[in-house]
C-alpha cells in the first residue's frame, strides 16, 4: 500500500494503461506539457511523446468524436474534458454516436472508449465549471458510468474502464484529486458494476456517490457517537449498478438514504430510491429519503454555494430526520 | 451548373476499370430506384434518402481506394455504401429492418454499417462522422498501417461545428483523411446558394491550411481523379484535403418530400442535361468501350441481382425478442 492523492492513481492508471497496451493513448486540451487543468496527465508527455499523448485544439466535439473513430478503428483512446460542464460540446459523439453504435450496427462495432471529465462543486467556479451531470449520461442506453470516490478505486475502476470493450464515463471529482488514500501496489483492477461497503452499519443504509462518500462517512462518525449504526454503500459504477449490494444492506437495515451532490429533480437518486422501493419495499420502514444537491445552478458565492449542495452536517440531519430522531 | 473539368495529374489507380465504374452507377441507381418504389408501396417503413443523381460521387471517390480503407458516410448513405463493397442483399434486408440485414435490423436505411468492408457507418446526423472519419484517420496513423478514411459528407453538413472543429484538428495532426463534401445544392428545403455565403465549401479549406478542390460531382473520372490525388497525399503523410463535388439531389431530401421549396423545372434541368450515368456512357462510347448492348446487359444483370436481393430481404425472418437487447454493450446480450 502506498498513500497517494487520487490525482496520482488516475495518472498511475493512466500510465500502467499506456505501458501495458501500445493502443491505449491519451486526447484532450491541454494535457501535454501542461499536465491538464488539474494536473492528472502531468509528466505523461514526457513519458509518451506526442504521438501518445496527444493535446488538442479547444474543441469538445472532435475530441469526443476523434475518440470515437478512433475506437472503432482499433486504439482504445482515453479522451479528458476539461471540465465536465463542457461536455455539453461533446454530446452527439458520446449520446448519438459512442452509446449507439454498437447496438444500431448490430454488434459489429466496438467501442472501447474513456471519457474522462471532472465533476463537481466546492472551490468558487460558479455555474459552468460545478455540475454533476451523471443522470444524463446514465439515461443514455451503451454508456457505462462510473464514479469512483477514493484514490483505490479509482485506480482500480479507471484500468477497468481502459480494459472494456464500451464507451466509458469516468467522472472524477475535482476536489477529490488532492485527496489521499491507500491504493494496493502493482497492478490490479476493480470490476465494473461492483459496488463497495465503505462502512458497515445496522440501523440505516446511506447510498452515497463519489464526494459525497467522504462526507457521508463523517456523518456516520457523527452518527455513532449519537447511537446511530450507519451503512455506507458506494455504488462506485452507476451503470452498471449493483442493486445486490445495496438492495441486500436495505434488508438488513430498513432505512435508505440516497445522496448525490447533483441537484435532486432526475438526479440518479431517484432512480436508485425507485428500485429500492420496488424491490425492497416489504423491508422498508419508512420512505426512501434523498439528500441531494439544490435544484439551482451553482452559484458562485460561498455562503450560497455551500448552501447548493449536501454537507456532512446535512447527511447527518437526513438520516436523524428519516429515523424520526 | 458546373463544367466538367476533366485533367489527368496521376496514374490511374491500378483496379481501375471504367466499366466497372459504369456498371457500380448503374447498380446504385437502379437500388435506389427499387428502395424508393418500396418505400412508396409501403413495403418498407420508416424513411429513406435517396442518393439518386449524385451516383458519380461515391463511385468515383470509392474505386480511388484500397479496399481496407475507411469511409464515413450519411443519412444519405446507400450509393457509398454499395461503392465501397456493400452487398445488396444484406443491404435491402436491413432497410427492410430484418434479422439478416447489417445490422440485424436495429439499423436501418440510416444506420447500414459493414466494418469488414471499412464502412464505418451511415449517419443519422448530419457531420456526425466528420470527427468519427478523423479519429479513424488518428488510429491509422497511430497504427502506421496505411490505410486512409475517406468521408462523405454533405453543404448542408459543412455548417455544422463538427466539421469546423474536425478540419481544423485534421491540419493540425496532419492526419490521412479526405473529406469530400457531397455539395447536392439542398439541405432539406434550405438552399446551399443562401445557407453558405461563399462560392465553394471547398474554399473552407483555407482556413484550415489544407488543399480545397472543386470537381464536377456528376463526373466519376473527376471525382476519381481528385480522389487519387487526395489519397496520394494522405498515403504520403501530407494530411488532409477538403473535395467538394457538385452535384444535385434529384429526389426530394427523403422519398415523398412534397418539394414546394424547389421549382420542377429545376430538377428536370439536372435530370434531363446532367444525368451523371447518361453523360458517362456517352463518353465510353465515345471511347469506344461501351455500346448499346453492353449497357442493356449490365443493367439487366443489376436488376436481377437487385430483385434477387429484393426477395432475400422480404423473405428473411423479422429479428426475433432476444434482440432488443443483444449488442447494448460488448458482453453479449448483458443488461446493465
Known amino acids: 500500500m502506498s498513500l497517494i492523492p487520487c490525482s496520482q492513481a488516475i495518472r498511475d492508471a493512466l500510465r500502467e494503461e499506456m505501458q501495458r497496451d501500445p493502443t491505449v493513448f491519451l486526447l484532450g486540451e491541454d494535457i501535454g506539457k501542461h499536465g491538464g487543468a488539474f494536473g492528472v496527465t502531468r509528466g505523461l508527455f514526457d513519458e509518451f511523446g506526442p504521438e501518445r499523448v496527444i493535446e488538442t485544439p479547444i474543441s469538445e466535439a472532435v475530441i469526443a468524436g476523434a475518440a470515437v473513430g478512433a475506437a472503432i478503428a482499433g486504439c482504445r483512446p482515453v479522451a479528458e474534458i476539461m471540465y465536465m460542464d463542457f461536455v455539453t460540446l461533446a454530446m452527439d459523439q458520446i449520446v448519438n454516436q459512442a452509446a449507439k453504435m454498437r447496438y444500431m450496427f448490430g454488434g459489429k462495432a466496438k467501442v472501447p472508449l474513456v471519457i474522462r471529465m471532472p465533476s463537481g462543486a466546492g472551490r468558487g467556479n460558479a455555474a459552468q465549471h460545478m455540475q454533476s451531470l451523471e443522470a444524463w449520461f446514465c439515461h443514455v442506453p451503451g454508456l457505462k458510468v462510473v464514479m469512483p470516490s477514493t484514490p483505490a478505486d479509482a485506480k482500480g475502476l ?19 484529486y488532492a485527496v ?7 497492478d490490479y483492477t476493480i470490476p465494473l458494476g461492483k459496488a463497495d461497503v465503505k462502512r458497515a452499519g445496522q440501523d440505516v443504509t446511506i447510498v452515497a456517490t463519489s464526494r459525497m462518500v467522504q462526507f457521508a462517512l463523517e456523518a456516520s462518525d457523527r452518527l455513532a457517537s449519537e447511537g446511530i449504526s450507519a451503512e455506507v454503500v458506494d455504488p462506485r459504477t452507476l451503470v452498471p449498478l449493483d442493486l445486490e449490494t445495496i438492495l441486500a444492506s436495505v434488508r438488513r437495515t430498513h432505512v435508505a438514504v440516497v445522496v448525490h451532490e447533483a441537484p435532486r429533480r432526475g438526479g440518479y437518486g431517484a432512480e436508485i430510491a425507485a428500485e429500492i422501493q420496488e424491490q425492497a419495499f416489504d423491508w422498508l420502514d419508512a420512505p426512501v429519503a434523498r439528500i441531494c444537491g439544490e435544484d439551482v445552478p451553482i452559484p458562485f458565492s460561498k455562503a450560497l454555494e455551500s448552501l447548493a449542495i449536501p454537507d456532512t452536517d446535512r447527511i447527518a440531519a437526513g438520516v436523524r430526520h428519516v429515523l424520526g430522531r | 451548373m458546373p463544367k466538367s473539368p476533366r485533367s489527368g495529374r496521376s496514374t490511374p489507380h491500378p483496379d481501375f476499370d471504367p466499366l466497372a465504374l459504369y456498371r457500380t452507377m448503374v447498380t446504385i441507381r437502379l437500388f435506389e430506384e427499387k428502395v424508393g418504389e418500396l418505400f412508396t408501396a409501403a413495403r418498407i417503413h420508416g424513411a429513406v434518402h435517396l442518393y439518386l443523381g449524385q451516383e458519380a460521387v461515391a463511385t468515383g471517390a470509392c474505386a480511388a481506394l484500397e479496399a481496407e480503407d475507411y469511409i464515413t458516410s450519411t443519412h444519405r448513405g446507400h450509393g457509398h455504401c454499395i461503392a465501397k463493397g456493400g452487398r445488396l442483399d444484406s443491404m435491402l434486408a436491413e432497410i427492410f429492418g430484418k434479422a439478416t440485414g447489417y445490422c440485424k435490423g436495429k439499423g436501418g436505411s440510416m444506420h447500414i454499417a459493414d466494418l469488414d468492408s471499412g464502412i464505418l457507418g451511415a449517419n443519422g446526423i448530419v457531420g456526425g462522422g466528420i470527427p468519427i472519419a478523423t479519429g479513424a484517420a488518428l488510429a491509422c496513423k497511430l497504427q502506421r498501417n496505411g490505410r486512409i478514411v475517406l468521408c462523405f459528407f454533405s453543404d448542408g453538413a459543412s455548417n455544422e461545428g463538427s466539421f469546423h472543429e474536425s478540419l481544423n484538428l485534421a491540419s493540425v495532426l496532419t492526419l490521412p483523411v479526405i473529406f469530400l463534401c457531397e455539395n447536392n445544392q439542398w439541405a432539406v428545403s434550405t438552399p446551399a446558394s443562401w445557407s453558405i455565403p461563399i462560392e465553394n465549401v471547398a474554399d ?11 470537381v464536377d460531382g456528376c463526373d466519376p473520372l473527376a471525382v476519381h481523379q481528385a480522389v487519387q490525388d487526395a489519397a496520394a497525399r ?61 449497357a442493356r446487359r449490365i443493367q439487366q444483370d443489376v436488376q436481377e441481382a437487385i430483385e434477387s436481393a429484393v426477395d432475400y430481404a422480404e423473405t428473411s425472418p423479422e429479428p426475433g425478442p432476444e434482440l432488443l437487447y443483444a449488442d447494448l454493450f460488448a458482453e453479449e446480450g448483458a443488461q446493465p
Do not use: C
Not at chain 2, 204 to 214: E, I, L, N, Q, W
Not at chain 2, 255 to 280: A, N
Open chain 1, 158 to 176: 479507471l484500468k477497468s474502464a481502459i480494459r472494456d470493450d464500451n464507451p466509458v464515463i469516468f467522472i472524477e471529482h475535482k476536489l477529490l
Open chain 1, 180 to 186: 489521499k488514500g491507500d491504493v494496493p501496489e502493482g
Open chain 2, 204 to 214: 473552407r479549406s483555407a482556413g484550415y491550411g489544407m488543399p480545397g478542390v472543386v
Open chain 2, 234 to 294: 494522405a498515403r504520403s503523410g501530407q494530411g488532409p484535403t477538403l473535395i467538394e463535388a457538385k452535384t444535385y439531389r434529384w429526389e426530394g431530401h427523403y422519398k415523398g418530400d412534397p418539394q414546394t421549396y424547389r421549382s420542377r423545372q429545376e430538377v428536370e434541368e439536372w435530370r434531363r442535361e446532367r444525368d451523371p450515368i447518361v453523360l458517362f456512357q456517352h463518353r465510353l462510347e465515345t471511347d469506344g468501350l461501351m455500346d448499346e448492348e453492353r
